[in-house]
């Protein structure tokens, strides 16, 4: 958890100066990693204000609401936080737990379907494979992959 809590903070950092330093012809890149910075830092927000997998869900899905009535959700946004979530969500339902308390492990197990599904939705349509979008989000590929593999069988069943 703080892992992927620290490699979210590195990662908006990264991108951050990237941000500063890209010449004036990268600028769709520059404003696509901005973009997924900014939707990392939008599920880290619902993750601080969220007591359950439940209301967790709940704030992702407001937040993208919001993105979109004010026409900021990109689709490179949109992977930001969703593929933020599900790697949050997939991380409390084999904990167990959420902020130490216990998590329902049916509703936990619904919402991290839902996430990873957003999640690999959003990388494809940016064009992006699945096993790159570790890369993508500047997280750990081990982990991050193995936990899309594991969804990715449950979410066929």
Not at 64 to 75: E, F, N, P, T, V
Not at 126 to 135: D, N, Q, V
Request: aromatic share 8%.
């Amino acid at each position: 958890m703080r892992l992927l809590l620290a490699a979210s903070a590195v990662a908006v950092l990264c991108i951050a100066a990237t941000l500063a330093a890209a010449p004036a012809g990268a600028h769709s890149e520059a404003a696509m990693q901005g973009d997924i910075a900014r939707g990392i830092a939008t599920a880290a927000k619902c993750e601080g204000q969220s007591w359950s997998v439940e209301d967790y869900s709940g704030c992702i899905d407001g937040e993208i609401g919001h993105a979109m009535d004010h026409d900021q959700a990109s689709r490179a946004f949109q992977l930001g936080v969703y593929c933020a979530a599900f790697a949050k969500l997939a991380q409390a339902y084999q904990a167990g737990t959420w902020k130490q308390s216990l998590v329902d492990r049916d509703a936990a197990q619904a919402a991290t379907v839902d996430q990873y599904g957003s999640c690999v939705f959003s990388a494809h349509a940016l064009g992006i494979k699945a096993a790159r979008i570790c890369t993508t989000l500047g997280v750990t590929c081990d982990t991050f992959n193995a936990a899309l593999h594991h969804w990715q069988r449950v979410s066929r069943r």
